[in-house]
């Protein structure tokens, strides 16, 4: 059966972000090119949106070979700058990515439009990892482990951010979603913090839909601009292979789209990106055909009307045996 028509259409601006200058595994790079191989522009438009390709960010006076936070800054500044632009003309950024360092630009350019529009900020971040790492935590060094510590203000991340900056993201407007690893570190922050978290235990034992619901009508409540941060190691690596930092217990395939079609369902998701697709590690291309289908139900793809309860929709002898 064909999937209908998104109901709501809209104006999203595909912005890629060709990163990975901050992680040490090769091939985040390609991300945003295999996802447009895979059909993302295409699969958008046949939902009836208007898509705008606005090709590959690029940021100025970057030294060759350069790594860490002084690189990162670099795309930092110039994928903010792109984000608030687009929000500013009334369409939706999608950044393609790209390692998970590209949220530093990303949700700093939605703070930007939330500081100047007077709207609050919340940020659902669909990840197996919690990102809230700083420069002295880190195990690693991989900047792709601190954007959340960094939009949060922890010290540590001096010169990342366009001046002047927006006040800090408030750690309270942050909700993890999925995680299932957690350096020492950071899991002394994000509690210090308040960080909100529906870990994989907790998704084990109740679902996605009630944890999920309650971070949604936080969101409404609030009156909330809601950022959604894909991080392709949210799913199991059996579901999508393609990831540099792959841990086992991710969400299933239907689950993610359930939480997709939740999102959609909402209405309040303002700003997405999609990131750490490494297609070096892909198999045939099947972990960028996962994600666009995924963006796809977050934008409204669906086979049947969800305005009945499905067993509404079946006839009374077939409901009552339900």
């Known amino acids: 059966?064909?999937?209908?028509?998104?109901?709501?259409?809209?104006?999203?601006?595909?912005?890629?972000?060709p990163v990975e200058v901050g992680t040490s595994e090769p091939g985040a790079l390609m991300g945003p090119a295999a996802l447009?191989?895979?059909?993302?522009?295409r699969t958008l438009r046949d939902l009836g949106h208007a898509v705008e390709d606005r090709g590959d960010v690029a940021p100025e006076a970057l030294p060759p070979g350069a790594t860490g936070l002084p690189a990162v800054a670099a795309w930092a500044k110039a994928l903010s700058a792109e984000v608030?632009?687009?929000?500013?003309?009334?369409?939706?950024?999608?950044?393609?990515?790209?390692?998970?360092?590209l949220s530093l630009g990303s949700v700093d350019g939605a703070m930007r439009h939330c500081a100047r529009t007077g709207q609050p900020l919340m940020v659902l971040w669909l990840d197996a990892h919690a990102d809230f790492n700083t420069p002295e935590t880190s195990p690693s060094g991989n900047v792709h482990g601190m954007p959340l510590a960094a939009l949060c203000g922890e010290p540590g991340f001096s010169g990342l951010f366009r001046q002047p900056a927006p006040p800090p993201l408030d750690?309270?407007?942050?909700?993890?979603?999925?995680?299932?690893?957690?350096?020492?570190?950071?899991?002394?922050?994000?509690?210090?913090?308040q960080v909100g978290v529906t870990d994989m235990r907790a998704i084990d034992e109740f679902g996605v839909v009630a944890p999920l619901r309650r971070v949604l009508e936080q969101a409404a409540t609030a009156g909330?601009?809601?950022?959604?941060?894909?991080?392709?190691?949210?799913?199991?690596?059996?579901?999508?292979?393609?990831?540099g930092t792959a841990v086992p217990g991710g969400a299933t395939?239907?689950?993610?789209?359930?939480?997709?079609?939740?999102?959609?369902?909402?209405?309040?998701?303002?700003?997405?990106?999609?990131?750490?697709?490494?297609?070096?590690?892909?198999?045939?291309?099947r972990s960028?055909?996962?994600?666009?289908?995924?963006?796809?139900?977050?934008?409204?793809?669906?086979?049947?009307?969800?305005?009945?309860?499905?067993?509404?929709?079946?006839?009374?002898?077939?409901?009552?045996?339900?």
């Open 253 to 285: 395939f239907r689950e993610a789209h359930l939480i997709m079609e939740m999102l959609h369902d909402c209405g309040l998701v303002r700003s997405l990106d999609v990131v750490e697709l490494n297609p070096f590690l892909d198999e045939r291309g």
């Open 1 to 17: 059966m064909t999937p209908e028509f998104s109901e709501t259409p809209q104006c999203i601006a595909l912005i890629g972000a």
């Open 224 to 243: 909330a601009h809601l950022h959604v941060s894909l991080d392709i190691d949210f799913l199991d690596p059996s579901v999508a292979p393609a990831v």
């Open 171 to 193: 750690p309270r407007r942050v909700h993890l979603f999925g995680l299932r690893s957690v350096d020492a570190g950071e899991r002394a922050l994000v509690r210090a913090r």
């Open 84 to 101: 608030e632009a687009a929000l500013a003309a009334g369409t939706v950024p999608l950044a393609a990515g790209g390692d998970h360092s």
């Open 36 to 41: 447009r191989t895979a059909g993302l522009v």
């Open 288 to 322: 960028a055909r996962v994600l666009v289908e995924l963006v796809a139900s977050l934008f409204g793809r669906r086979i049947l009307d969800r305005t009945a309860s499905p067993l509404e929709t079946l006839p009374t002898e077939q409901a009552e045996r339900g």
